[in-house]
């Protein structure tokens, strides 16, 4: 039978945390009982240095039931090493892994058809948005023009799919031989090459809490993806360094015609927006270069991606009747 391991990354989610592990353990008993998948399968929830009570919630249903597990990181390590910590944490013990976030937008009972696909052989199984009417006009434009920008650049990304994908065991291996601290998931997992396709879904509004991703942390995100996969960026930076350089000597060559032609009078906004322009593209591009500088300043030092503070998942089992006694005293 299959094993199967839910991953589920939270960070301050203890308004909708209860009802996702409620409707996660629904979803994993339905899934037994259709013989799709082990009673072996777990759900491991990834507290990734919360400030509220959410790593309470996950330790209480740790200890009232068996299959769910939890990892506490020792602190915010972000969204994408949450995942990965999950992932690299339960691969030994599972045959495949089904990543989500704990929002509950993600239609859940999709992976059924995940795991479907993956019995007909699929090593990766993307979760794809039918359509974003639930977004904002901004959050909507902003990730169309996110995609097709890294499109044209030659970042092979799967359109409207963000973190909810199933990945085989084998998978997940050949994604921790990346050893990139900036590590962009939906750029490198389409790299793996590995027999892989799609699933679509409609994603609901989010029931409870605030996004973890408003619009000025969506812009970083995405151009520490544009960055991490390309040098578009500081080549584009590069053409308008040329470009400015042809339009000074054109400018060069006008002021020296009107210096012959005796018509030259001092040209204080000329000489302003002279010195503004070249300015502007100096520190504009001393800026994209010290990105890519910084960068390669934090793969150098090979610090770890994540701490993990609490292990529940690989740490020495509680018999039944101690759990339901601890989660007697705890409640």
Request: hydrophobic fraction near 45%.
């Amino acid at each position: 039978m299959t094993v199967l391991a839910i991953v589920v990354p939270c960070y301050n989610e203890q308004d909708i945390l209860p009802e996702t592990i409620k409707q996660l353990l629904s979803l994993r008993q339905q899934l037994v009982d259709e013989q799709l998948i082990s009673k072996e399968s777990k759900i491991v929830f990834v507290d990734d240095g919360s400030r509220d009570q959410t790593w309470t919630i996950i330790y209480k249903a740790c200890l009232r039931h068996e299959e769910v597990k939890g990892i506490k990181l020792a602190g915010n390590a972000g969204h994408q090493n949450a995942l990965l910590a999950g992932m690299f944490a339960v691969k030994g013990a599972a045959h495949c892994i089904v990543t989500m976030d704990a929002d509950l937008q993600d239609d859940i009972y999709v992976v059924r058809e995940f795991v479907r696909k993956f019995h007909d052989g699929y090593d990766i199984v993307y979760g794809v948005r039918r359509k974003r009417d639930v977004d904002s006009y901004m959050k909507r434009w902003t990730a169309e023009t996110f995609y097709r920008m890294m499109n044209r650049i030659g970042v092979k990304l799967i359109y409207n799919h963000a973190d909810y994908r199933l990945m085989s065991r084998r998978a997940v291996e050949a994604l921790q031989q990346f050893r990139e601290v900036n590590m962009f998931l939906r750029g490198v997992v389409p790299l793996l090459g590995f027999p892989s396709t799609t699933v679509y879904y409609d994603r609901k509004e989010r029931k409870a809490g605030v996004t973890k991703y408003p619009l000025m942390k969506m812009i970083r995100f995405a151009f520490d993806g544009l960055t991490s996969f390309s040098m578009m960026p500081i080549r584009f930076v590069s053409f308008l360094g040329f470009c400015s350089f042809f339009i000074s000597v054109l400018f060069a060559l006008y002021v020296l015609f009107l210096k012959i032609t005796g018509h030259t009078e001092t040209g204080w906004t000329s000489l302003i927006m002279s010195i503004w322009l070249v300015g502007g593209l100096q520190l504009m591009a001393i800026g994209l270069v010290g990105e890519y500088i910084g960068k390669a300043y934090q793969e150098v030092k090979q610090r770890p991606r994540y701490i993990v503070d609490v292990d529940l998942l690989n740490g020495p089992m509680i018999a039944r009747h101690e759990r339901e006694k601890l989660a007697e005293e705890i409640s």
